[in-house]
Every structure is written in structure tokens, then in C-alpha cells.
């Protein structure tokens, strides 16, 4: 993806909810994206999707899935592409799961759409995606409507529908905010596993830096419409480099215990009306005159690590 823009117009003006991103993701990799609510993290995995709703849409940038230009295709094509090779696990599978439409053929339809499945040979895919996820007695559940199963379960449907037509890149947008510690363990591991059985890229948006530690190769952070850092996880984790970073790092409760759990002061800008300058400035404890002036560009600290600051080697020192 390069430079990806979103914007959405309103009656307040023009809202750049994603400024500009960029990132990749190769067959098998597992990318994390991370940043605090209404840095654009969702509604980037929305513009690749190619799903924004009004009064937003895709101003700029370029998606290349395989080798093409997904942005410059026409929606007939777009349609083929969803589901079949780029998929989508939302976060509350209550509302993105029809109540009124049984598991089995939820499941199913973007089977038939895709891959042209019907009757028996429909009914087998369906089952067997059912228990990839594990679904308990597949064959008896798929009858069952949203409202019989519990909210793992359900989250473990939403994800069979986005594997069933095994995409190339999966898209998990949150999918365990719901979900209790022990079935959010278990669903982690859940798509861990399949991705070693199907090669599938993972997209992983949330905002539990311990999900990125677990789950992640490389880490993207998200700062009000734009990446701020971006490197493999054990560098970032361990070799932070831009002060929004640091400062969320500092947020994680540790296990031996602190008597004040640091905080971020302040609030992300308004996207309507963002500074032409670095937009952490004026949160960050060691703004300099130069961060209020123009926005810095993503520097190398090291091989496969960038950060957007213009003092990442003091902070590195500071920290």
C-alpha cells in the first residue's frame, strides 16, 4: 500500500482521516497495526477494501494486491476480489453477522458467490470451515442463528466466513475486543493456526500492544491519520524510536507492579483541521521549536525500522 488517502467531507470541511499511509505484508507474515481509537486504523483497512462509507471515499494512493492496482479497478472486479482474495474479520460479529439468516448459509454465500458451490458439495465446505474453526458438532449447529451461540463462538463464525474462500490476505479488524482473556487466547491461537495451514498474509488492526507481541512480525503504529514508526516487533518493542510509541509502551501495566500507571495528556487532533507540523507535538514532553514548524519525515534508525521524528536518536537515549 502507498500513500493511501481517506477523506471524508462534511459539512465541517474535509476530515483526512487516513493522511497518507503506507505499509506491506508478505504471504504468511503477520502485521500489526496499533495506535489509540480514531487514528484511522479501521478505516485504512476499509479503503483497501474499497468499502468507505459516505460522505467518505479514497482520494489518493495505491493498493497492489498480486501485483495489481486494486484502487483502479471497477467495482464489478473490486466485488470478485473481496471475499475471494481479500477478506475482512470485523469486531463485533453481533452486527456483522444477519440475524435472520441461519450460520450455514452465511457461511456459505460467499462459497457459491466465489467459488460456485451448491447442495452437497456446498454443505461439506461449509462443515469443514465450521470445524476448522472448531465449532463444536458443525454438522448440527450450522441450522443455528447468531443468537443461539455465545460471543466467541459467534466471532469464530465471522472468522470461518472470512477464511472459507481462502483469501490471500486477511484482514482482523479488533476481532477480539469482545472476547473474554481465555477465548481471546484460544482465537489467537485459533488464527495462528490457520494461517500456518493456508499461508494467508494477517492484517492484525488493534490496540493491545500485547496482541502485537504475541500475535505480530512487524508492527505498524498509527498517529492520527499517518504511521509514526513501523519495524519488526522485537525492535520496536525494545528499540522505540518516536515519542508517540514510547508513550504508549510506557501505558502497559507491568508485572512487577508501579504505583502510577503513566498516561498520554492530551487528545489526538481533529482531523478536519491537523497541523501542517508533527501532529504528536503538542502532546509530546520534549516538543522543540523545529516539531511546530513542518511535519518530519519517516527516518531509518536501522534496516527495517523507520520512525517520523526529527530527534529519534535522543529519545532512543532518553527512554
Not at 489518493?60 to 477478506?87: C, N, P
Not at 529519534?312 to 527512554?319: F, I, L, N, S, V
Given at each position: 500500500?502507498?500513500?493511501?488517502?481517506?477523506?471524508?467531507?462534511?459539512?465541517?470541511?474535509?476530515?483526512?482521516?487516513?493522511?497518507?499511509?503506507?505499509?506491506?505484508?508478505?504471504?504468511?507474515?503477520?502485521?500489526?497495526?496499533?495506535?489509540?481509537?480514531?487514528?484511522?486504523?479501521?478505516?485504512?483497512?476499509?479503503?483497501?477494501?474499497?468499502?468507505?462509507?459516505?460522505?467518505?471515499?479514497?482520494?489518493?494512493?495505491?493498493?497492489?494486491?498480486?501485483?495489481?492496482?486494486?484502487?483502479?479497478?471497477?467495482?464489478?472486479?473490486?466485488?470478485?476480489?473481496?471475499?475471494?482474495?481479500?477478506?475482512?474479520?470485523?469486531?463485533?460479529?453481533?452486527?456483522?453477522?444477519?440475524?435472520?439468516?441461519?450460520?450455514?448459509?452465511?457461511?456459505?454465500?460467499?462459497?457459491?458467490?466465489?467459488?460456485?458451490?451448491?447442495?452437497?458439495?456446498?454443505?461439506?465446505?461449509?462443515?469443514?470451515?465450521?470445524?476448522?474453526?472448531?465449532?463444536?458438532?458443525?454438522?448440527?449447529?450450522?441450522?443455528?442463528?447468531?443468537?443461539?451461540?455465545?460471543?466467541?463462538?459467534?466471532?469464530?463464525?465471522?472468522?470461518?466466513?472470512?477464511?472459507?474462500?481462502?483469501?490471500?490476505?486477511?484482514?482482523?479488524?479488533?476481532?477480539?475486543?469482545?472476547?473474554?482473556?481465555?477465548?481471546?487466547?484460544?482465537?489467537?491461537?485459533?488464527?495462528?493456526?490457520?494461517?500456518?495451514?493456508?499461508?494467508?498474509?494477517?492484517?492484525?488492526?488493534?490496540?493491545?500492544?500485547?496482541?502485537?507481541?504475541?500475535?505480530?512480525?512487524?508492527?505498524?503504529?498509527?498517529?492520527?491519520?499517518?504511521?509514526?514508526?513501523?519495524?519488526?516487533?522485537?525492535?520496536?518493542?525494545?528499540?522505540?524510536?518516536?515519542?508517540?510509541?514510547?508513550?504508549?509502551?510506557?501505558?502497559?501495566?507491568?508485572?512487577?507492579?508501579?504505583?502510577?500507571?503513566?498516561?498520554?495528556?492530551?487528545?489526538?487532533?481533529?482531523?478536519?483541521?491537523?497541523?501542517?507540523?508533527?501532529?504528536?507535538?503538542?502532546?509530546?514532553?520534549?516538543?522543540?521549536?523545529?516539531?511546530?514548524?513542518?511535519?518530519?519525515?519517516?527516518?531509518?534508525?536501522?534496516?527495517?525500522h523507520m520512525a517520523a521524528c526529527y530527534f529519534?536518536?535522543?529519545?532512543?537515549?532518553?527512554?
Open positions: 500500500m502507498e500513500d493511501l488517502r481517506v477523506y471524508f467531507f462534511t459539512s465541517r470541511g474535509i476530515s483526512r482521516a487516513v493522511d497518507g499511509v503506507s505499509f506491506h505484508v508478505g504471504e504468511g507474515e503477520t502485521l500489526g497495526v496499533v495506535g489509540e481509537s480514531g487514528c484511522g486504523k479501521s478505516v485504512t483497512a476499509l479503503g483497501i477494501l474499497r468499502l468507505v462509507p459516505a460522505p467518505g471515499r479514497v482520494v489518493g494512493g495505491r493498493v497492489f494486491l498480486e501485483g495489481e492496482d486494486i484502487t483502479k479497478v471497477s467495482e464489478a472486479h473490486i466485488r470478485h476480489i473481496r471475499g475471494a482474495k481479500i477478506s475482512m474479520i470485523l469486531q463485533d460479529p453481533m452486527t456483522s453477522l444477519n440475524p435472520v439468516f441461519s450460520i450455514g448459509s452465511q457461511v456459505g454465500e460467499s462459497i457459491t458467490i466465489h467459488q460456485g458451490l451448491k447442495g452437497r458439495t456446498l454443505l461439506k465446505r461449509v462443515i469443514e470451515m465450521l470445524k476448522l474453526v472448531r465449532i463444536p458438532a458443525a454438522e448440527s449447529r450450522i441450522t443455528d442463528y447468531p443468537h443461539q451461540m455465545s460471543g466467541g463462538m459467534r466471532q469464530r463464525v465471522a472468522g470461518a466466513i472470512g477464511i472459507s474462500c481462502e483469501p490471500r490476505v486477511l484482514i482482523c479488524d479488533e476481532p477480539t475486543t469482545a472476547l473474554d482473556v481465555t477465548i481471546q487466547a484460544q482465537y489467537l491461537e485459533l488464527l495462528k493456526e490457520v494461517q500456518e495451514r493456508t499461508g494467508v498474509a494477517l492484517i492484525f488492526i488493534t490496540h493491545d500492544m500485547g496482541i502485537i507481541a504475541r500475535m505480530c512480525d512487524r508492527v505498524v503504529v498509527m498517529y492520527a491519520g499517518r504511521v509514526v514508526e513501523t519495524g519488526s516487533v522485537r525492535d520496536v518493542f525494545l528499540d522505540a524510536n518516536q515519542p508517540y510509541t514510547i508513550s504508549l509502551l510506557k501505558c502497559l501495566p507491568r508485572l512487577e507492579g508501579v504505583a502510577h500507571l503513566e498516561s498520554i495528556e492530551g487528545q489526538p487532533p481533529d482531523p478536519h483541521t491537523f497541523p501542517p507540523a508533527c501532529r504528536f507535538a503538542p502532546r509530546c514532553p520534549k516538543v522543540q521549536p523545529v516539531c511546530n514548524e513542518v511535519y518530519p519525515e519517516m527516518v531509518k534508525v536501522k534496516e527495517g529519534p536518536g535522543d529519545w532512543h537515549r532518553d527512554k
